[in-house]
Structure formats: structure tokens, C-alpha cells
């Protein structure tokens, strides 16, 4: 009868282990959109936490994969700037549409994945290769670590 009462007490506390772990407070990364500026997104963006599975169900699939100089794998992720113009039809009625101008770039967020899947860095770029900014310096900049630290 007691081993009866252990194995009921153990079933429930696994009943609310599974509850919360399930009930939806996992830790989302921010959308990359164009509304948030770059920076703000990667302050923002859980590192250690975010598996690839769960950056598949949030962000969708990447544009395309690569493997980094780190030899980690990175998923692209393209914002384009796009511009909202309202259209009127003849029939009066208007529709808007987001077009890309010409001096609306492309920028991308690179999701960094260690060897256990997880996502360790964001990286930044407007303008191509190497001018961009990535997670880990931004979080590290509002926690005060590298700075005036060598």
C-alpha cells in the first residue's frame, strides 16, 4: 500500500514537471522583422535555449544553411526593406502593397547552432560579409561585460 501511495505522488509530480515544461514557457526569440531595428532583436534573442526545432516552428525555414568559418552550422534569414504604398483600383477600392525600392537593401540574421543544436550567436549583416553585429556582442554590451574590460 505504501509503495502504492510513493508511485502516485511520483506520477503526479511528473504530471506537473510535463505540465510546465509544456505549457508554453519556452522562451520565443523576437521575430525578424523590419519593425524592430536590428539591434534590439539581438538584446533580445534567448541564446543557449532556442533548439533548431524551435527555430524552425518560430522563424520558418531559412533561406538557405551554410557552414560558418567556426565550422558551426548557420541558418539565413533575409528582411527585406520593403515600403508600404496604397494603391487605388478603378473599381475605387484600395489595396496596399509592400514594395522594395531601390535603396531598400536586403539585411540578414544568421542563427549560429552548436553541436547540440542550439542556437549560440546571432549574427547581423546590411551590407554583405563582415560588417555586421551579432548577439553575443550586444548582450554582452548591456551587461556591461567587454567594456573597458581586455
Known amino acids: 500500500m505504501k509503495m502504492k501511495s510513493i508511485l502516485n505522488i511520483l506520477l503526479a509530480m511528473t504530471i506537473v514537471v510535463a505540465n510546465t515544461v509544456f505549457s508554453g514557457q519556452l522562451t520565443m526569440p523576437p521575430g525578424f522583422s523590419g519593425r524592430d531595428g536590428p539591434e534590439a532583436?539581438?538584446?533580445?534573442?534567448?541564446?543557449?535555449?532556442?533548439?533548431?526545432?524551435?527555430?524552425?516552428?518560430?522563424?520558418?525555414?531559412?533561406?538557405?544553411?551554410?557552414?560558418?568559418?567556426?565550422?558551426?552550422e548557420g541558418w539565413v534569414y533575409e528582411v527585406r526593406g520593403k515600403e508600404a504604398r496604397t494603391y487605388k483600383h478603378p473599381t475605387k477600392e484600395k489595396q496596399t502593397?509592400?514594395?522594395?525600392?531601390?535603396?531598400?537593401?536586403?539585411?540578414?540574421?544568421?542563427?549560429?547552432?552548436?553541436?547540440?543544436?542550439?542556437?549560440?550567436?546571432?549574427?547581423?549583416?546590411?551590407?554583405?560579409?563582415?560588417?555586421?553585429?551579432?548577439?553575443?556582442?550586444?548582450?554582452?554590451?548591456?551587461?556591461g561585460e567587454g567594456i573597458g574590460k581586455h
Open 41 to 72: 532583436v539581438l538584446r533580445a534573442y534567448p541564446l543557449g535555449q532556442i533548439t533548431r526545432q524551435a527555430a524552425f516552428s518560430h522563424h520558418g525555414k531559412a533561406v538557405r544553411t551554410l557552414t560558418l568559418p567556426n565550422g558551426k
Open 97 to 143: 502593397v509592400y514594395e522594395t525600392g531601390p535603396g531598400n537593401g536586403v539585411r540578414t540574421f544568421t542563427l549560429v547552432f552548436d553541436s547540440k543544436g542550439v542556437v549560440i550567436d546571432v549574427l547581423y549583416n546590411e551590407q554583405g560579409r563582415h560588417d555586421g553585429l551579432t548577439a553575443l556582442q550586444e548582450q554582452r554590451k548591456v551587461s
